[in-house]
């Protein structure tokens, strides 16, 4: 049996490690090349399975300490990586605006978790096993090429999630595709950076993944997971750490873009709200995102689409009584569905004193001024 270098290192002390972004000058840090070898079942000569060792890694008789794929983890077998491999791949959104490749790749993310939410509300075990496991790939993936301001925060999430992605229900990986596909997105994608549309859209797919990891948790507390449950608790507090910083600026820039609608648009994005979603207007426009929420709502309108359709289809998806900022889980949504710009466009010029004046503003909800902090979640 002849060793060969394999692509990937082996790492028989713990979990396998993840694909580093390639544009990232990590060389250093990373564990020497391993050597593979495969087994072929005579006479036909097809491959059933692989051992993987590390170089130097010998024992008494000087060779090499071969481990085979599942004894690194029971999803490394060769039956489950073919498994993952010959899964059909999700049909991907074709009208996401124009954008880099961090950007997308962090667009897709949120399609991808969004998808993986339904599923761990209603999938089967095995199912919602595989997604609840894929996660932690996304995590990975996201920490490996944030921007510095929230690489802590995220590096911190992906090693709490660890634990919640394994338990003891076998994962049917094969349902998993698309959430495994963004994580290769991102890594591929290579670094981004913490502001812009690059920045903008990080805020996006965290506000995303906060909810997929909280059902996660939820879920490994109904099938007595405690441990797993504790630890996805703990990775969605410090996403949700990730998400404060990382949407601050885009949404003091939508705050901005609201601040400046006339009180007549004012009035008319309320209205929208109320019929769209009267069980929710009255909170939303208590809040201080509502002016944020409110230039988001412009912008779809001034794009010729319908706003109050959005507005359902964003509340309907997931349930919205845990998020403490309605306002901002809806524009994340909305821009999202609405193929707008994760980050704010410049803002529309002002309306003369005489237009916009040309209705009386009475019962025109008042914007609030600009938060001091980006709030909590």
């Known amino acids: 049996m002849t060793a060969h270098p394999a692509k990937s290192s082996a790492k028989p002390s713990g979990a396998p490690s993840r694909a580093r972004p390639a544009t990232r000058s990590s060389s250093a840090a990373s564990p020497r090349p391993a050597c593979a070898s495969a087994r072929a079942s005579p006479p036909s000569g097809d491959v059933i399975g692989y051992t993987v060792a590390q170089p130097g890694d010998r024992n008494g008789k000087n060779e090499p300490v071969w481990y085979s794929g599942s004894k690194l983890a029971p999803d490394l077998s060769l039956p489950r990586i073919r498994a993952r491999w010959a899964a059909p791949e999700s049909t991907r959104r074709t009208d996401l605006p124009v954008t880099n490749g961090p950007a997308l790749a962090r667009r897709r993310t949120m399609t991808a978790a969004w998808e993986a939410l339904l599923v761990i509300d209603h999938g089967e075990d095995t199912v919602v096993a595989a997604h609840v496991a894929a996660t932690g790939e996304v995590l990975d993936a996201l920490a490996q090429t944030s921007a510095a301001h929230t690489r802590q925060h995220l590096r911190a999430a992906a090693t709490a999630y660890e634990r919640a992605s ?75 750490a990730a998400y404060r910083t990382a949407a601050a600026a885009p949404l003091a820039r939508l705050h901005k873009n609201g601040t400046v609608l006339t009180p007549t648009q004012r009035r008319h994005h309320a209205a929208t709200l109320h019929n769209a979603l009267p069980e929710l207007a009255d909170r939303v426009l208590a809040e201080p995102g509502w002016p944020a929420l409110a230039a988001t709502l412009d912008e779809v309108r001034r794009g ?52 916009a004046s040309s209705t009386p503003p009475e019962g025109a909800p008042a914007l609030a001024p600009a938060p001091s902090r980006t709030r909590h979640r």
Do not use: N, Y
Request: no cysteine; aromatic share 4%.
């Open 304 to 355: 010729g689409g319908d706003p109050r359709a959005l507005l359902r289809k964003a509340a309907a998806r997931r349930e919205l009584d845990s998020a403490k900022d309605v306002s901002d889980v809806l524009l994340w949504r909305i821009r999202h569905l609405g193929a707008l710009s994760a980050d704010a466009p410049k803002a529309p010029a002002r309306k003369t004193r005489r237009a």
């Open 166 to 240: 394994r338990s003891h229900i076998r994962a049917a990986h094969g349902h998993s595709q698309a959430l495994r596909r963004a994580a290769r997105d991102l890594v591929h994608s290579g670094p981004a950076f913490g502001r812009g549309e690059e920045g903008a859209a990080t805020a996006m797919a965290l506000d995303m993944l906060v909810f997929l990891v909280t059902a996660a948790a939820r879920w490994h507390a109904t099938k007595h997971h405690e441990q797993q449950a504790e630890a996805a608790h703990r990775a969605a507090e410090h996403l949700r």
